[in-house]
């Protein structure tokens, strides 16, 4: 086997394949050979202890060579991940990949190229990390009827808001933390812009409803827009705010919405409780009911762990002439657009404190056909605020509602919007 | 395929392969046929609407007719299910089955048969109903190294201790109610004697160690002795008594030692807030570190989630003529006995009121090499007590100290033993 990149992953992966030789092999029935190493730059430092004489940076010569039937891919993002996995599949090698941007970009690609080599695609590390998961999703529940599948899959904006919400820090500052702590990247686009945990949903949506569903097909939001206030708020009504991802049929079953964005769910909710960088995922099916799994949804050692077991499962698929489960898209289910999701809006209003705001305030609503669960005034003069939590309804009417509400003359200012997520109250 | 047993799960698996056969095709490849049901008795009204035409007493007949490649088997108990497997296997067909009592009493004889016969023997609805457990265990984490997987694995009791714990009801009221609401059996001894969590504790086991363990291994203890004193006592401790199923490596990771019985946690760990009849099972390995498992434990539906998933999964492996994992049982890992197995004790005395009681019951802790970690008294006079919680030692000892305290003349009675697992501080 081959193994491409030597980071923080790929040197888990040596080190443990080594230090678990023999039980890897009595898993397998077949000892594993490392045949090379591919990396950027032969000379930097690295944890793991690989001789020299294995790394290479001819990623391209190690994926077609013929004494590699199994390649790990542990570079990440679209090239050359994408070349080079295609290359080793189309000749006939089995790959196991942590590469989550790749398999929501272009996954169906990958899928065609296994089949056409002959070998088989795992991934089982590019979502939740060590949580399985996607093997549950393909496998376990491959008998049941997927409703929704609705978690937290980022443990650097998990860190983030958690910290927000026990400390009171902003989130500039929560953000600076994490990375001093080495759960956020220099560059944390990925993770608070949410394009990783978008990437995770279409994988989770495509599997959890055997349809075609790219990153692309997921509306995404962010947290960075998230202010102590928002957190102050959130936490005096006893709701935490989290990043979800939220894969879901809709009610008549014919269409699915996928979506990642930050939202308010109770505290006593399970998904509250998730502290620090810990991922925990809800899947809710027909006849199993609800089902959770939680765990460490990142870091070098849990990831290196989803990547060996699927390192054991295709290479026992190779002994034994079998091969995995195939892309499933035969249901061909669409995504709907985020304005046909039904949600629930949190909406913070600055007013003026005079008679008459409230039905001003509710003829909006009412005017957009969305129905008021909550309302409450807090403050007073230049200090008042309506907060006013809605039933459910179409995100766009509520996204239209609240357009209207900023053009209302009492309203001076919408301080805060945020959908409210697990409190089926309603 | 085949189906023997047409009870609670039985009824739920024709429904559902009834309603999703679309599904279920498009995933396996190919329809599935139903060729005929054993049941003992062709009159009977069933949840399920089966053709009279399909139903026969003959289970032998039906198990070995050509046209059946795959049978599952939810008849339960050891025989005649152990011989109709057996049967089956031996005669190149695939095996589904969800029982946890023959598994765990021979489950190496049928994995056995199935190897001589060259078909698949899948049990996912064995342990945990719903809740993938043992193909994340058998596959997922096939490249770790499990310590420890500890948690809740049967309903009844669950139901039954948290009755007792939100309404101070006694164990037989609980029980009542359990049975009322068809939680709990007319013959409860499965269930409240441990018999059911100690099958699944002994698969658990024999998955996440690679080793061979049967019923015969476990340590079993029920919950029929504790009392609304017992639950009451350990709320006010901030406690909580839950039926525990325990599968851990020693420190040295040379033997394993599995159990189960009841046990206080503290009321902030996770297993605590799992109420009514669910479950949910830790496994903590050394890469992947802790991970949770949570759904329904048990019911018709779930368990026949459990059981379709794993239909597809045998089916699958026909189409492609692939086969399933074996068993695994390298590591060859002996069972330790209870008493070399490290717990702790809470342990509440009725005591005589006097100076030097502590000193002396002290003492005798000091004599088995116990240390004691808290100790606390309450109440004068007739009703004095004293409450201690050791350190963790060998449960020999432990249970040592507590025959020696019964034995002083002080010491009026001990009022209460329980373990306390969850708190790792000491």
């Keep these: 086997m081959a193994l491409l990149g030597c980071g923080v992953v790929g040197s888990q992966v040596v080190r443990l394949m080594r230090e678990q030789s023999g039980d890897l092999a009595a898993r397998i029935g077949a000892p594993l050979e490392l045949a090379g190493v591919a990396v950027r730059r032969l000379g930097r430092k690295r944890d793991a202890d690989v001789e020299q004489g294995l790394l290479t940076t001819d990623a391209e010569a190690l994926v077609s060579r013929d004494d590699v039937d199994i ?146 097909d997921v509306h995404r939001e962010g947290i960075t827009e998230i202010t102590a206030a928002d957190v102050a708020s959130a936490k005096a009504m006893g709701y935490v705010i989290k990043l979800l991802a939220i894969c879901a049929r809709a ?34 099916a027909r006849s199993a009911g609800e089902l959770m799994f939680y765990g460490k949804g990142a870091g070098g050692a849990p990831t290196a762990s989803a990547v060996l077991g699927d390192l054991v499962a295709v290479a ?29 809006y949190h909406v913070a209003l600055d007013v003026a404190d005079k008679p008459g705001v409230l039905a001003r305030v509710a003829e909006i609503f009412a005017k957009h056909d969305v129905s008021i669960q909550t309302v409450r005034q807090e403050g007073h003069g230049d200090d008042a605020q309506l907060v006013l939590v809605s039933h459910r309804a179409a995100d766009a009417a509520l996204s239209a509602t609240v357009s209207s509400l900023r053009e209302l003359d009492i309203v001076r200012a919408v301080a805060s919007v945020m959908r409210v997520e697990g409190d089926e109250s309603s």
């Design 316 to 344: 026992r698929n190779r002994l034994t002439g079998a091969r995995g489960p195939e892309e499933s898209t035969y249901a061909d289910l669409a995504v709907h657009p985020m304005g046909d999701t039904v949600t629930r």
């Design 71 to 216: 390649v790990i891919e542990v570079i990440g993002g679209i090239e050359p991940a994408r070349s080079l996995i295609t290359t080793a599949l189309r000749g006939g090698k089995s790959v196991v990949t942590a590469n989550k941007a790749l398999l929501a970009e272009d996954g169906s690609a990958l899928y065609a190229a296994a089949r056409q080599g002959g070998g088989d695609l795992y991934f089982e590390a590019s979502v939740a990390g060590a949580i399985p998961l996607l093997r549950p999703l393909r496998e376990s529940l491959s008998g049941d009827h997927v409703h929704r599948v609705l978690g937290i899959v980022n443990g650097t904006t998990n860190y983030i808001l958690d910290k927000m919400d026990s400390t009171g820090a902003s989130f500039t500052d929560a953000l600076e933390e994490a990375q001093a702590l080495g759960y956020a990247e220099a560059d944390p686009t990925a993770d608070v812009e949410g394009f990783d945990a978008a990437a995770k949903a279409a994988i989770l949506a495509g599997l959890a409803f055997h349809s075609r569903v790219t990153a692309a």
């Design 251 to 284: 009610d008549d079953g014919r269409t699915v919405g996928v979506r990642v964005h930050p939202a308010m769910i109770p505290r006593s909710h399970p998904l509250a409780g998730v502290r620090d960088a810990y991922n925990a995922v809800f899947v809710e």
